[in-house]
Every structure is written in structure tokens, then in C-alpha cells.
Nanobody
Framework: QLQLVESGGGLVQPGGSLRLSCASS????????VAWFRQTPGKEREGVSC??????YYSDSVKGRFTISRDNSKNAVYLQMNSLQPGDAAVYYC?????????????????????WGQGTQVTVSS
């Protein structure tokens, strides 16, 4: 009943940009820590970015290229991805956990989130 829905994935050339959206239903996303993860075949799910309480977190691999943001009026979180590289290609998922029980020290841990979207495919190819 409580859902997260991702959108915005697609095909982009190296160096291009995409903006992913994560919209919630059934709860107020502003009260949750929201993270973006990505996964490619044969690899573990990787924490990419997270936002909570006005603080942003990024993995080293995307720092300076990706930006996470919120629009509370739309109950949504976004991931602006610039300077995309082939290594960024993956299925991207948004995940959420109530801020009051979320641990910022473990923001990269996929098992720290109890709400997940279905994923959106990002392909980077020339």
C-alpha cells in the first residue's frame, strides 16, 4: 500500500545527463530519509546518494556529478545525474526509511531501508 515509484531512466550518451524522480504514495516523504541505490548484474546493490534533514550524502564514485534534492510539495525526491559514464549504467532504485529510526552512519546499507521502488533502467552508451 505504501509505495515508491521511480521514473526518468533511459538511454544517454557518455557525458550526458538524466534526472530521476522518486514519488511516494501513502506517506509523507519529507519525514523519511530517502536514498538512491543502483545495481548491475553480478554486483551488489550500491548506495549512490541519500537525503535526510537537509543533509546530502554521496558515494565517492558520483560525488560532484550527481545531486539529490527534494520537492516536498510534490512528495518527491530527485537525482540529477550529470557527466554520466558507462560505469553509471544500472537499474536505479529509490529507498526510504522514517528519519526518526534511520542511522546516517549506515546510509549506504540497502538493508537499512524498508520501502523500495521498482527501479528504473539507466543505460549509458555511445
Amino acid at each position: 500500500q505504501l509505495q515508491l515509484v521511480e521514473s526518468g531512466g533511459g538511454l544517454v550518451q557518455p557525458g550526458g545527463s538524466l534526472r530521476l524522480s522518486c514519488a511516494s504514495s501513502g506517506f509523507t516523504l519529507a519525514t523519511y530519509a530517502v536514498a538512491w541505490f543502483r545495481q548491475t548484474p553480478g554486483k551488489e546493490r550500491e548506495g549512490v546518494s541519500c537525503t535526510n534533514g537537509g543533509t546530502e550524502y554521496y558515494s565517492d564514485s558520483v560525488k560532484g556529478r550527481f545531486t539529490i534534492s527534494r520537492d516536498n510539495s510534490k512528495n518527491a525526491v530527485y537525482l540529477q545525474m550529470n557527466s554520466l559514464q558507462p560505469g553509471d549504467a544500472a537499474v536505479y532504485y529509490c529507498a526510504a526509511k522514517l528519519s526518526s529510526v534511520w542511522d546516517p552512519w549506515n546510509w549506504r546499507s540497502h538493508n537499512g531501508y524498508n520501502y523500495w521502488g521498482q527501479g528504473t533502467q539507466v543505460t549509458v552508451s555511445s
